[in-house]
């Protein structure tokens, strides 16, 4: 399994004709190539070992998600945990990143936070639930 996998790159996507992000699908250790697969239209490329190792692979860490500044290392979302502004978030069953922009009061058990995340964009979840 390659270090690689689940991993976004910016890349050109010749079916969308510009710059896009690209999740590493697969790799073929034989060949050592790999599977691009674009985030928008869904189309493949392929690219050498060599190649990919040049591209910068985007580190959640060093992201600005609307223009948020982050506070720390990703965390793995878990409702019982609480959260502060600024601080990356992992959502496991959504497979994205994203920042906490926002606090609010909840309903006595919890509270809520509101996070933008990369690809799917803006969910309220709760923190620090009982």
């Not at 060949?31 to 493949?44: E, N, Q, S, T």
């Not at 994205?96 to 995340?117: A, N, Q, R, Y």
């Amino acid at each position: 399994m390659s270090k690689y996998l689940k991993k976004i790159v910016e890349h050109y996507c010749s079916i969308c004709n510009g710059m896009t992000d690209m999740e590493i699908a697969s790799h073929n250790d034989e060949l050592d190539i790999y599977w691009l697969r674009c985030k928008v239209c869904h189309g493949a490329t392929m690219i050498k070992n060599k190649n990919l190792e040049k591209l910068a692979i985007r580190k959640a860490n060093n992201a600005l998600i609307n223009d948020h500044q982050v506070t720390d290392q990703v965390k793995e979302y878990e409702p019982a945990k609480t959260y502060e502004a600024g601080q990356l978030l992992y959502h496991p069953a959504f497979d994205d990143k994203g920042v906490v922009t926002e606090l609010k009061p909840g309903s006595g058990d919890f509270d809520k936070i509101i996070v933008k995340f990369d690809h799917i964009g803006e969910k309220m979840l709760i923190h620090g639930a009982s």
